[in-house]
């Protein structure tokens, strides 16, 4: 976890790399401006090339589910988009995937690393859509944080470690 | 402290109940629209039963005088809104309540729980008032936080220990 | 490192004091407003008057090694102004300026202390140019960190050490 450019996926990247397993870069953007799509390729081009790649905007859950294996290391990138594109496709979606995410997260083989965004230490936005996105943004962290064996903050590409694996 | 959503309400009712004391939640709120009504009822309902309830949008230091002992904790939820009320009210209140708090708060008995928002962590807002907000939450915390005994940050429902008692 | 009034030129201030050396405050900001103007004054009577001042809104690299030197500690107040100074200034001014700046701090004679503001940590600004000066400040803050002996962030007047020398 990280604000803006603070170099998380950097660091979820190394982490990944870490791990010695078979990378499989999951991605939940959507290439639906100009601006995300350079954003996309400039993540691309930062990426090793060997990499898989599987674009999922929603069904997080399932995608998991489907790639994940005792010898995968699975790096999503990012919560906060996903997010973003379940609170576009209402709040069924919404409430569904969350709950499948929650659900599946503590039982899946190898090695997953999640990428998010901090949006909440801003001034309260006066759109009421950015406080929603804002708060679920918020709830999901926590959720995740917990079914989480490590979690890191990233500032200024500096690590800071909020939970770590029992030794 | 923490941004939105992240958890440093439920920390500080942990904090709270782990004292051993009775606790009185302080509340700083004002129902003044349908969507603080249902954040009011929300935290209620999260909070235990048995917890007493003051209900104190401005008078913060009084409040906390009258109702502080050896045998309470005062659990005060939270500091942004009510430094967010002061700053409709005027500035002449302003000044005098934030001076009484900080005057009261080192000689209060028993324990004292403040949550409060990390609010300045975003872009500059262009909004003249909101920047003004952001710099008194900043002013307040830092001089609030050199009073306290323990300083926690909360991200993802985890806590990051800013300031400890001494041992 | 900090956000709105987090207490980090206080710290900035102090850390210089603590060099031992001639301090030199070196100041990005341009009193192009009111609200500017009292700001500048308002953190020119917290330093000490025996302070050199050098006042330079774009040409930082130039500045720093016009004043560096083994006796002297250079306090740059602060590198968020300098960035939204140089991307009104254009393209080429901060690729060239931010570029130099890289180059130049690894060399440096003496101290330098380095003050920016964390903004990346709130909610993704519906403006462009907001959302531009977001990741440019991030990924300055990254590519100077790495340069830095010491980094830390404050939060409410309290640090939280990032980076530190090594020992």
């Known amino acids: 976890m990280g604000g803006a450019r603070s170099g998380k996926s950097a660091l979820a990247?190394?982490?990944a790399l870490e791990s010695?397993?078979?990378v499989i870069y999951?991605?939940?953007a959507q290439a639906n401006d100009e601006e995300m799509v350079a954003r996309i390729a400039r993540h691309?081009?930062?990426?090793?090339?060997e990499w898989g790649l599987v674009e999922e905007p929603l069904a997080l859950a399932d995608a998991?589910?489907?790639?994940?294996?005792?010898?995968h290391c699975l790096l999503v990138d990012c919560l906060t988009l996903w997010l973003s594109n379940l609170l576009i496709?209402?709040?069924?979606?919404l409430d569904r995937e969350t709950r499948r995410l929650l659900d599946t997260l503590p039982s899946l083989p190898g090695s997953v690393v999640l990428v998010s965004n901090e949006v909440g230490q801003g001034i309260v936005p006066t759109n009421?859509?950015?406080?929603r996105f804002r708060d679920e943004a918020g709830r999901l962290h926590q959720a995740v944080a917990s079914c989480c064996d490590r979690v890191t903050f990233v500032i200024a590409g500096l690590p800071l470690i909020l939970k770590d694996p029992p030794a």
Chains 1, 2, 3 share one sequence.
Request: hydrophobic share 35%.
């Open 128 to 131: 009421p859509l950015a406080r």
């Open 20 to 22: 010695g397993l078979n």
């Open 26 to 28: 999951l991605a939940t």
């Open 13 to 15: 990247q190394q982490r």
């Open 64 to 71: 998991l589910k489907t790639h994940a294996a005792p010898h």
């Open 44 to 49: 691309r081009a930062e990426r090793p090339a």
């Open 89 to 93: 496709a209402g709040e069924e979606q």
